[in-house]
């Protein structure tokens, strides 16, 4: 790199020519440590050199087609002023930027960062229905998005935690857990020298005992419902728009346990319906490869299933979709069975409730390890369950005892292009 000095002046800044394929600075002969950078493109800067403790700095002041000498100059004098004080300009720039933070920067950062929790997601992007879920959450904070993250209170957060719950205590507890994470995530990816945070104001609630209480959902059908659960899908969507399509859906969840998303599709969520690709009918099998959880996952079907499906495969022909119409679409809004089948058993029912009912009916049929394997839940901290090997013919066993135990008590009558649905055999 080649060195020149001479005084800096409006006339001499002007007049200096880059040389090509080299990178020269022009020293003031006033200031000392001030000079003028200028690249083999042409690109001039001005710039401050100086020893701070046992280490050299260069820090650019600005570029001089953006700021006249005189207040290059003054910038400078300024950097000088807080070396003199003991202060390193780089470092305080850095501090000042860490510091300016705001809650909206800060969600942008959580959002783009690789997903740190442990699992199968783990160092994956986040799904897009995550993405959008914090999106609608961060506008409970529409008003603190402009704020620096080291202005939110935890006085703030008790006031705001405590209004969102008066509406919804469910939806309060996730805009929080959202916001917790993502300043969690500004501490980590912060220098621990200079922090975003000292700590997460989001502790308040865990210290105060303040979360909403929140009861889990535990919507299913009833054992001794289930046969008129059954006799109402199979009979009672009959007039119905895409009554064959969400009929077979409907019993395809509640006799597997998958979710609804998995099988209907899911557009804003990014996810695909049930497509024909994924169903092995001779292996009795369904291969489900980005799951909720990103653990992929095959489904051992019970025959009942695996009838089903040879039943929707020849009125499917060569459709992409296992449960599209006619046209090949799938219709993956199913409220209006739903809504039906709600006035036929006196009781709301949701694709996820089948799926709990799924469980429910599991549990008298397998133990707990095999259950889990059944619905592709992954065990967590429980140590032994990483020593318990579940076996294939272990799952396919307790996947036939389930749909046995669901249907066995069923009597139904068999219609047109109904599939008849026989519990256990003799």
Known sequence: MGDNRKKLTKTSVADITPIEGKTIIIWDTETRGFGLRVSSGGAKSY??????GKKERRMTIGRA???????????????????????????????????????????????????????????????????RDIRLQMMRFKDWLELPIKDITE???????????????????????????????????????????????????NRTN???????????????????FVQAVQTGLVGLRHEHEHRDAILFMLLTGARHAEVMGDGKSGYE???WSQVDLDAATVF??????????????????????????????????????AKGDVVEDIRSAYARLEKAMGFRVTSHDLRRSYTTAA??????????????????????????????????????????FILSPARIVPIDNVVKLEGARA
């Open 47 to 52: 710039i401050l050199q100086r020893r701070i």
């Open 65 to 131: 087609g953006d700021m006249t000498l005189d207040k290059a100059r003054k910038e400078a004098a300024k950097l000088v002023a807080q070396i003199v004080d003991g202060i390193d300009p780089v470092q305080e720039q850095e501090r000042q930027a860490v510091q300016a933070l705001t809650l909206g920067a800060a969600f942008e950062n959580y959002i783009a960062a690789p997903v740190q929790k442990q699992g199968a997601s783990r160092g994956k992007a986040r799904k897009p229905r995550t993405v």
């Open 155 to 205: 006085d703030m957060v008790k006031a705001r935690h405590k209004k969102i719950a008066e509406v919804s205590p469910a939806q309060a507890n996730l805009a929080f857990r959202y916001l917790r994470a993502c300043l969690n995530f500004a501490i980590a990816d912060s220098d621990p020298r200079n922090p975003a945070l000292t700590h997460n104001p989001v502790d308040r609630l």
């Open 210 to 228: 303040t979360w909403a209480n929140v009861e889990a959902a535990k919507g299913h059908v009833p054992a001794d419902r289930l046969a008129d």
């Open 273 to 275: 319906p049930l497509k």
């Open 288 to 325: 489900f490869p980005e799951p909720k959880n990103r653990q992929p996952f095959t489904v051992h079907l019970s025959r009942q299933v695996v009838e089903l499906l040879r039943q929707r495969k020849k009125i499917s022909g060569k459709r992409r979709y296992v449960f599209g119409n």
């Open 363 to 404: 549990s008298k049929c397998c133990n707990a390890y095999v259950l889990k394997a059944l619905v592709n839940h992954i065990s967590g901290g429980d140590v032994t369950a990483g020593y318990v090997q579940i076996e294939e013919t272990d799952i396919r066993q307790a996947a036939q005892a389930v749909a046995d």
